[in-house]
T-cell receptor, first 113, second 116 residues
């Protein structure tokens, strides 16, 4: 069975500072990894995904994530955050044999002015 | 990518009543999913809806409480029956993508339900 752990429920960070949101997964098979963002009172939007190939994946809004197979991690990073990045971020995983997405609990990114 | 709309966007309902949520997609899709997101929580899959077959429900969710219709490849409905305050949640519709981005899901804006 697969599972996803987002280690931080909230991450406060000052505007223009760098941020890392952590995501670890467990799976016995190959996986595809996703980060979604949910802005206040909105649905979910895909930020980026890892399917195969380069382990560094770039997404929208200046975000990137690195797939680390040995550490079973897929941490999300941004070098300089903006107030508009205030949102909840969800990590999700699925295997190549199952269409279902397994979701992390989410991390609220709080930008301090 | 797929564009998904949901109706209603929000509603306030009385205990014991039912609400039907509609999900419309701008392209034909094979799989549609219904999720529940309780306040401050992550997403929980309720069921998967394929056109022409019964929906497949996840553990803890039953058809009598959450009947689903999937009459064609662009539309689905989820009914929340005999509601109680515990059903207060955001209900999200999503679809599996096709083509070169076949592994991601696209989400509707959600329906915010409050049960009094």
């Amino acid at each position: 069975a697969q599972s996803v752990t987002q280690l931080d429920s909230q991450v406060p960070v000052f505007e223009e500072a760098p941020v890392e949101l952590r995501c670890n997964y467990s799976s016995s098979v190959s996986v595809y990894l996703f980060w979604y963002v949910q802005y206040p009172n909105q649905g979910l939007q895909l930020l980026l995904k890892y399917l195969s190939g380069s382990t560094l994946v770039k997404g929208i809004n200046g975000f990137e994530a690195e797939f680390n197979k040995s550490q079973t991690s897929f941490h999300l990073r941004k070098p300089s955050v903006h107030i508009s990045d205030t949102a909840e971020y969800f990590c999700a995983v699925r295997s190549d044999s199952n269409y279902q997405l397994i979701w992390g609990a989410g991390t609220k990114l709080i930008i301090k002015p | 990518s797929a564009v998904i709309s949901q109706k209603p966007s929000r509603d306030i309902c009385q205990r014991g009543t039912s609400l039907t949520i509609q999900c419309q997609v701008d392209s034909q899709v094979t799989m549609m999913f219904w999720y529940r997101q309780q306040p401050g929580q992550s997403l929980t899959l309720i069921a998967t809806a394929n056109q022409g077959s019964e929906a497949t429900y996840e553990s803890g969710f039953v058809i009598d409480k959450f009947p689903i219709s999937r009459p064609n490849l662009t539309f689905s409905t989820l009914t929340v029956s005999n509601m109680s305050p515990e059903d207060s949640s955001i209900y999200l519709c999503s679809v599996d993508s096709l083509g070169d981005s076949y592994n991601e899901q696209f989400f509707g804006p959600g329906t915010r339900l409050t049960v009094l």
